[in-house]
């Protein structure tokens, strides 16, 4: 029986098929560099065109492309939009926004969480369960993957950036910074932790590249300062929850005081009535000074940022 990367062990449902399409859908890149660590297991051919036949088909049947998946699963009862980005295929994404006019701030019905949200959440785990027959793809293709997802998602509409779900209230890259945070703080070292760690290191990068990027269609500076100052609705940035994984979040810290040319935002105080500098403080000591800003300092990290 077919099963997606976020079925749960023993599952014995039988997906939509849709669903089953989705997941058949295999991945095209755009250069053989660094692709794999290992045998990589896909299906004859691309299928993305039997894939459409099947969203067709659906449709033709009354189904919105606003609604949900009729999928049996609850867990993958989801917008088309936001199983595709979940599973990474980046190509469906890209007909659906692009092609098909689905609308990119379409929210969950549940928890009101956009794609970006769930790419933040569950993109590594679904590249990495053998049976998205990806589990072997490098760090570097599965960033990749990530990167042209959330630019898709984002030049669509760049509200996404400061969207809250009604679970926590939420940012995107409050999920990123929590998804940081638990790899960081994993008390297991393994291959897999570490390959875990360095997804969602670079992951960040990749996410603050995009918000930083200085393009007419992106966002101005007063906004780029809305999203990082965003609290959730335990009255934390994503800075702070990116300050309590000690050097991890430091080096993500002191990069934004480098590119904004001020530290104000590490000042912003929580509902405890911590900044994100108190908590690095508290969690990774004797580092205050060098996040402090003078005129001469401003603007000296440019990207790739690199967190390790």
Not at 281 to 288: F, L, M, W
């Given at each position: 029986m077919f099963h997606t990367p976020l079925c749960p062990k023993n599952c014995n449902i039988r997906?939509?098929?849709?669903?089953t399409a989705l997941q058949a859908v295999a991945p095209k890149f755009s250069s053989s560099a660094a692709i794999l660590s290992g045998p990589l297991r896909v299906t004859r051919g691309n299928n993305k065109e039997d894939f459409k036949k099947h969203v067709y088909k659906l449709a033709s049947k009354g189904w919105s492309k606003n609604n949900n998946v009729?999928?049996?699963?609850?867990?993958?009862?989801?917008?088309?939009l936001h199983l595709a980005s979940i599973f990474g295929k980046h190509e469906i994404v890209d007909w659906l926004?692009?092609?098909e006019n689905y609308d990119a701030n379409l929210r969950?019905?549940?928890?009101?969480?956009?794609?970006?949200?769930?790419?933040?959440?569950?993109?590594?785990?679904?590249?990495?369960?053998?049976?998205s027959r990806l589990e072997n793809m490098s760090i570097t293709a599965k960033v990749a993957n990530f990167e042209r997802i959330v630019s898709l998602l984002v030049e669509k509409e760049v509200t996404l950036f400061w969207a809250k779900d009604c679970l926590n209230r939420d940012t995107?890259?409050?999920?990123?910074?929590?998804?940081?945070?638990?790899?960081a703080s994993s008390d297991q070292e393994s291959e897999t932790e570490d390959l875990c760690l360095s997804f969602y290191i670079k992951s960040v990068d990749v996410f603050l590249k995009l918000l930083l990027a200085e393009e007419p269609t992106r966002l101005n500076r007063r906004d780029v300062k809305h999203t990082l100052s965003?609290?959730?609705?335990?009255?934390?940035?994503?800075?702070?929850?990116?300050?309590?994984a000690a050097h991890q979040g430091y080096l993500v810290l002191r990069f934004l005081v480098k590119s904004l040319g001020n530290n104000d935002l590490l000042k912003i105080k929580n509902s405890a009535g911590h900044s994100s500098m108190?908590?690095?403080?508290?969690?990774?000591?004797?580092?205050?000074r060098e996040l402090l800003i003078d005129d001469e300092g401003k603007g000296l990290l440019t990207y790739p940022l690199v967190l390790h």
């Open positions: 997906h939509h098929d849709v669903v009729p999928e049996p699963s609850e867990d993958l009862r989801l917008p088309l926004l692009n092609d969950t019905e549940k928890t009101n969480e956009t794609a970006l949200h769930l790419v933040a959440r569950h993109l590594y785990t679904a590249l990495s369960a053998c049976e995107p890259f409050h999920v990123l910074a929590r998804q940081l945070l638990q790899a965003t609290k959730n609705s335990e009255g934390d940035t994503a800075l702070h929850l990116l300050a309590r108190d908590i690095l403080n508290q969690v990774y000591p004797g580092h205050e």
